[in-house]
């Protein structure tokens, strides 16, 4: 496998403790790679700066060995962009507006876009201006997949999009990965992470907290479980016996359990259970726990 | 060099601003060569003798006894700086910093085209845009003229204060070029273009308002236009439009080349 990102101890301070520092990682050809962290963590100027938008001050990023900077134009040829928050020529429909891109990029056949529009179910014909932030997304996702590309790079792809939606683009992220696209994606959905991604870039404060492959991550992912036991002595007993973190209040028990939950099922089994919730934890909850010791671990 | 898929959008999107500034010239201007009357011309004259000064701050002062220094003192003086100064502003900032204030520069970005060519497609649409209001109003005027007063306009000297018009327009277009170029926010981009526009013709109105300060006029490139002087015949005006446009297109070469460079805010 060939390298088609590579960024190399690159830095752009922005003064403050804002922006990115040394951050070194590689995407391989093919790979879908998760570019996580929190807000403000650097990872849209991250990407600013693989599509030249910004220079670095420090350090380089290439694409498919060329600097992102001065060979902006050549890399556009195969790649996608989703920007985090996308702004279109106001004035123009959808559809002509994803025309006008067509013919830029030099896309000859539209029958791709269409192909999209329809899956997203996008009416492309009214005015990019009196759109709804989610058919703005759309309009987006069409624009950055419709060419094809070897390379896509989507900063927050599914924001704005209805759960039926995200699943969609779940399933187009699939078809690429399978076509052999390569992509880099940011993401705060967790369920879009797990469901595409190989491995995630983690970066926190603009430094890379750890890059992963993403088995791991979903080994340390935990379930909070919260137990309402008919008897409140039942909850007491079974806090007692279970331990590893488990609290009781009243007649209800919370645990957080890491990897699978057959132990807990089959102990909690042993009494009488009125109800039982599962929470999932977000993504950002796994970064703290992941990455922020235990202090976070109750 | 340029993108034609980009300059068609834009001259899509631009056309309409363009028609109303039309209109507007063409509106002065034809009032103005129906004005023209020889015997009118005196009365004018006493008008100005008794307003002296307001009328030399817009550059009427002399207005002349011919159609052709009569159209020049009373449209190229200050109508003909004025508005299209204006358009040159609105048209400027549309074509670079509103598009980077607003985020679709990264589209444009995110297209296999370098960042030059794109400049130059824009700095082109606002050449030829330009162009097509000198051509406007050459042709309104003249037209005009040959109707009502056959043989009365000098269309040689007519035309060179016409080619010298463009140069100004190159000028101030390379101003405010430069400006939208350099400029994240449309506000400082507008600021600028119209802030030096404005400049430029306020004190053109004071240096020829008194001669106390007739000075400024050296330090004011307006001054290399001189619409009257070239009517008179005279010859360094020529070389003034020819300093002019070399100096506007230099300060949108460097627009454009400083868009290139720069980072941007998208």
Request: glycine fraction near 16%; charge should be negative; proline fraction near 8%.
């Given at each position: 496998m060939s390298r088609m990102i590579e960024a190399e101890k690159l830095t752009k301070d922005y003064g403050g403790g804002r922006g990115v520092f040394d951050l070194s990682f590689a995407v391989e050809k093919g790979e879908v790679m998760g570019f996580l962290g929190p807000n403000g963590a650097g990872k849209t100027t991250t990407i600013r700066q693989m599509m030249g938008f910004i220079r670095p001050d420090q350090g380089s990023v290439r694409i498919g060995g060329r600097d992102c900077f001065a060979h902006a134009a050549q890399i556009q040829r195969e790649l996608g962009y989703l920007p985090g928050e996308p702004a279109f020529?106001?004035?123009?429909t959808g559809e002509a507006f994803l025309h006008f891109l067509a013919k830029m990029k030099g896309i000859s056949d539209f029958g791709r876009a269409r192909e999209l529009m329809e899956r997203f179910e996008l009416?492309?014909?009214?005015?990019i201006k009196r759109m709804s932030k989610g058919t703005k997304q759309k309009v987006a996702i069409v624009a950055a997949f419709m060419g094809g590309p070897e390379l896509l790079i989507l900063d927050?792809?599914?924001?704005?999009?209805?759960p039926l939606m995200q699943n969609r683009f779940i399933d187009l992220v699939l078809g690429e990965k399978q076509r052999g696209a390569t992509i880099l994606m940011s993401s705060h959905i967790f369920e879009e992470v797990e469901r595409t991604c190989d491995r995630t870039v983690i970066i926190r404060e603009g430094r890379i907290a750890a890059v992963e492959r993403l088995e791991k991550l979903k080994k340390t992912k935990r379930k909070l479980f919260s137990v309402q036991f008919e008897r409140p002595q039942d909850a007491a007993a079974f806090a007692a016996s279970w331990q590893k973190g488990a609290r009781q209040q009243g007649d209800t028990v919370q645990a957080a359990v890491t990897g699978s939950p057959d132990a807990f099922l089959k102990a909690v089994s042993a009494y009488s259970v009125r109800d039982i919730d599962l929470h999932r934890e977000t993504l950002e909850e796994l970064f703290l726990h992941f990455y922020g010791g235990e202090a976070n671990d109750q | 060099m340029i993108n034609k898929t980009l300059f068609a959008r834009e001259v899509r999107s631009s056309y309409k601003l363009l028609l109303i500034f039309l209109a507007v010239l063409a509106l002065y201007g034809s009032m103005i060569v129906v004005m023209f009357d020889p015997k009118l011309g005196d009365s004018l004259n006493l008008m100005a003798e008794s307003m002296p000064q307001l009328f030399a701050a817009f550059g009427?002062?002399?207005?002349?006894?011919t159609l052709t220094q009569f159209i020049v003192n009373y449209l190229y003086g200050f109508l003909l700086i004025a508005f299209p100064l204006v358009f040159i502003v609105l048209l400027s900032n549309r074509l670079v910093a509103r598009y980077v204030d607003r985020g679709s520069m990264a589209y444009l970005l995110a297209t296999p085209n370098r960042r030059g060519r794109l400049a130059r497609t824009q700095a082109l649409v606002l050449l030829l845009a330009c162009l097509c209001m000198v051509l406007w109003m050459t042709g309104l005027c003249w037209a005009l003229s040959s109707a009502l007063?056959?043989?009365?306009?000098d269309t040689g000297r007519f035309l060179a204060v016409n080619a010298a018009l463009y140069a100004l327009l190159i000028f101030l277009s390379g101003v405010c070029f430069c400006a939208s170029c350099c400029c994240n926010d449309t506000r400082w981009s507008c600021g600028i273009g119209a802030g030096a526009g404005i400049a430029f013709l306020l004190i053109q109105m004071i240096s020829q308002a008194?001669?106390?300060?007739?000075?400024?006029k050296y330090i004011d490139?307006?001054?290399?236009?001189a619409p009257k002087e070239l009517v008179a015949g005279e010859s360094w005006p020529i070389w003034g439009a020819l300093a002019l446009a070399v100096s506007g297109l230099a300060l949108m070469g460097a627009g454009i080349v400083a868009f290139s460079r720069r980072d941007l805010p998208v």
């Open positions: 020529m106001e004035d123009m009416d492309g014909s009214a005015r927050e792809p599914t924001s704005g999009l209805d | 009427m002062l002399d207005v002349g006894a007063f056959p043989g009365e306009l008194g001669e106390k300060f007739e000075g400024l490139p307006l001054t290399l236009f």
